[in-house]
Each structure stands twice: as structure tokens, then as C-alpha cells.
């Protein structure tokens, strides 16, 4: 089992980040370095949670030896000891046993497996994943205009890190007793990059300490929560309400700029470059007719300009980001209310069978079929609950 169990884990953690990134990602739709920057990512912090485990009872073994050794090298009986003993007993050093556990990793594997996960998950952190963010979110047009606006983004976050390493660098460079080196430099560049974690780390404590705790408990208390769920209902569609009246301005100049330039513009393949970002029912009703052509060396006709189209291009991006984003958060929240007003109803009932307001709206899976089975019989006739007849009645009058 030598370094076997290392192999093992490293082949399943890996199927592990791949089936959660195609449970909440869509492989077809995303780019193919975005999955696989979001699959590296996940696969490495998985790699730190399940492997560390092995580390440490290797590390344990191996203390174990080294101490063994060196009471092994030490005399087993005190001379005190042997002029108080008699002929007839007899001291044995107590021996401690070393068992060699099963996940044991050889000697020199670890190191390389560590710098490897580190220097990669900070290139990740530092360079990657947030200049791919900026690039993707970019109302640039050209390859060249995406970098450069993700590069502007980025400026503040990258700052905060060169602020912080280059004055530990001066401070090196002063101190006579110290000189730079190519390892000095990845010590000061740890150095960092650690002083801005635990930065942020001791910003976000503070909150999760008290806020993680609270919210198992109020998990518990079923009435507490659907209060508390009916509140984020009603934030929610107002923000929801929101996004679909931005989404909706921002359509209208799509649809204006789409009507003014026409097929043989030159800027014509920047507005169908919007057109493929905006939603589908939104396409079809700007759908252009290819046969209405202009002249656009004409003065009168006044067009925007790329830059324009850019800033226009961002604001697509955004919106349609915040609409699908909130209408998303919205179903979630519709199941969870009505999932707990069925709670509430149920708990009163006589028949000990729970019983669905609404049929669900995926299939049931085996785990709920076989397993999780609570002899749910979905109502023919939906009624509407507390929940929506509230919402209805607040966005109605």
C-alpha cells in the first residue's frame, strides 16, 4: 500500500471536482479554458482537504521512529534503579511499537506534491482566475481591448499585493544581514500572499464565527425560517423586478443601435456580436433583414462608435448575468417557502403522510424513491398558499 492510497485519492478527487462542475456548470455552453481553469481550481482544493489527512498520519509515523531511535540510545535502567532492585526482579525497557498505517506516503513525494498544489493554486488566485473573470466580463470586441480592459479591472487587486510585497522587499533590501536571492524572492512572495489572506481571512471570521452557528440553528426553528423566508421572498422580487426593468432599457438600445446600423456597416459584426449575448426571445424580435442596406458614408446618418459599442457590449454582459442570476435565486426560494409551509401544514395533520402542495417539479431521483420516502401524494388541484397569495397581493396594489 505504498503511496497507493495518495494514487487512489488523487484519481477520485479528481471525478469528484469533474461531476460537481457538470452538476452546477453546463459543459456545452462554457469555453473550454474556462472549465478547465474552474476544474484546476476545484481539483486543488479538493486535493488539500483529502490529502492532508495522509500527510499528517505519515508525519505522525515517522516522529514516531525518531523518537524510538532515540530512546533506543538512551540507557534502559538508571543506575538509582539497579541498587534499589533485587536479584530476583528484573527492569525491562518499555518498548513504544511504531504501526506503519496503511496511507503511509514515501519519503520525498510530499514535498514535491505540496510545491506543486501551492505555486499552482497561486498563479490560480493571483493571475488566472481573476484576469479571466475581467476578460470574460469585457465589452471589448478584439482580443487586445478584452485584455486591456481586464488588466485596468484587476489594477486595485494586483496593487494591494505589489503594495504589500514590495515593502517587504525594502525592507530585505535595508537589512544589511539579509540578501536577495531567487529564494529570498518566493519567501517574500509567500510572505505576502499569506499576510493578504489572513487579512481577508480575519475581515470575513469575525462574521461566519457568529453567522454560520446562527444559521444551523435557525434551521431548526421551522416557523422562524419561513418568516425569515417570506422577508428574502419579497427583497428578492424586488430586485428581480429590478434586473428585468434593466434588462429590458438595456434591449431597447440594442434594438435601436441594431436598427441604425445596418448589414454593410463596418461595425455591423460588433452589434451581432451583442446580439449573440442578449437572451433568445430577444434575438427573434431583433431579428434584422438582411436585405435593408444603406450607405454609411452618408452624412446625415449619425452611428455610434466602437468605443460606444463597447460600453454598450459591458452593460449586455451585466444585465443578462443579473437577470438569469436573481431568476435563478428566485425558483430556489419559491421551493424552500413552499417546502416549508407544507412543513408547517403537515405537522398538524392526523394521516402521518406528508402531503405536497405542489407536484415537484423534477423527477424523483432513487435516493427520495427508495431511501428518503415520505409517501408524498402530490394534490391534483393546487391551491395557492399564504406565500403567494402575499406576494401577489403586495405587487398587485
Known amino acids: 500500500m505504498s503511496g497507493a492510497a495518495l494514487g487512489i485519492e488523487i484519481v477520485v478527487v479528481f471525478f469528484l471536482a469533474l461531476f460537481l462542475l457538470q452538476r452546477y456548470g453546463d459543459f456545452k455552453k462554457q469555453q473550454r479554458m474556462v472549465l478547465f ?52 526482579t528484573s527492569i525491562s525497557p518499555s518498548k513504544s ?13 510530499m514535498p514535491v506534491f ?14 488566472l482566475l481573476p484576469f479571466m473573470q475581467s476578460y470574460a466580463r ?16 484587476n489594477a486595485i487587486y494586483y496593487g494591494t499585493y505589489l503594495l504589500i510585497f514590495g515593502s517587504l522587499l525594502i525592507y530585505v533590501a535595508v537589512h544589511f544581514q539579509w540578501h536577495l536571492s531567487w529564494y529570498e524572492l518566493q519567501t517574500i512572495g509567500i510572505t505576502a500572499a499569506n499576510t493578504w489572506g489572513l487579512f481577508l481571512l480575519v475581515l470575513l471570521l469575525g462574521y461566519g464565527l457568529v453567522e454560520i452557528p446562527r444559521s444551523y440553528w435557525e434551521v431548526s426553528r421551522q416557523g422562524h425560517l419561513l418568516i425569515k423566508t417570506y ?12 434586473s428585468e426593468e434593466n434588462l429590458e432599457d438595456v434591449m431597447e438600445e440594442v434594438r435601436k443601435i441594431n436598427e441604425s446600423i445596418k448589414y454593410n456597416h463596418p ?44 460600453k454598450l457590449h459591458k452593460q449586455v454582459i451585466y444585465a443578462v448575468q443579473r437577470h438569469n442570476r436573481t431568476r435563478v435565486q428566485w425558483q430556489i426560494l419559491l421551493e424552500q417557502a413552499f417546502h416549508l409551509e407544507d412543513v408547517a401544514k403537515n405537522e398538524t395533520s392526523t394521516s402521518r403522510q406528508f402531503v405536497h402542495s405542489f407536484a415537484p417539479p423534477e423527477p424523483v ?15 391534483t388541484s393546487p391551491q395557492y398558499s399564504i406565500f403567494t397569495f402575499s406576494i401577489n397581493y403586495k405587487f398587485s396594489h
Open 37 to 88: 481553469g474552474t476544474l484546476l481550481a476545484w481539483y486543488l482544493c479538493f486535493l488539500i482537504v483529502f490529502i492532508l489527512p495522509l500527510d499528517v498520519s505519515t508525519t505522525i509515523y515517522k516522529q514516531c521512529l525518531i523518537d524510538h531511535e532515540a530512546h533506543a540510545q538512551t540507557p534502559s535502567v538508571s543506575p538509582v534503579l539497579s541498587n534499589q532492585t533485587t536479584p530476583n
Open 97 to 109: 511499537v511504531c504501526y506503519k498505517p496503511w496511507s503511509y506516503i514515501p519519503d520525498g513525494i
Open 114 to 127: 505540496w510545491r506543486v498544489v501551492y505555486w499552482t493554486s497561486q498563479c490560480l488566485t493571483w493571475l
Open 138 to 153: 469585457s465589452g471589448g470586441f478584439s482580443i487586445t481591448g478584452k485584455i486591456k480592459t481586464a488588466l485596468i479591472e
Open 231 to 242: 422577508f428574502k421572498a419579497a427583497k428578492l422580487m424586488t430586485e428581480k423586478a429590478d
Open 267 to 310: 461595425l455591423r459584426k460588433n452589434v451581432d456580436t451583442i446580439l449573440r449575448k442578449c437572451p433568445v426571445e430577444y434575438q427573434e424580435k431583433m431579428g434584422r433583414n438582411i436585405d435593408d442596406c444603406e450607405d454609411f458614408d452618408d452624412k446625415q446618418n449619425t452611428h455610434p462608435t466602437e468605443r460606444s459599442l463597447s
Open 365 to 379: 431521483g432513487w435516493f427520495r424513491r427508495y431511501i428518503y420516502t415520505p409517501s408524498s401524494k402530490p394534490r
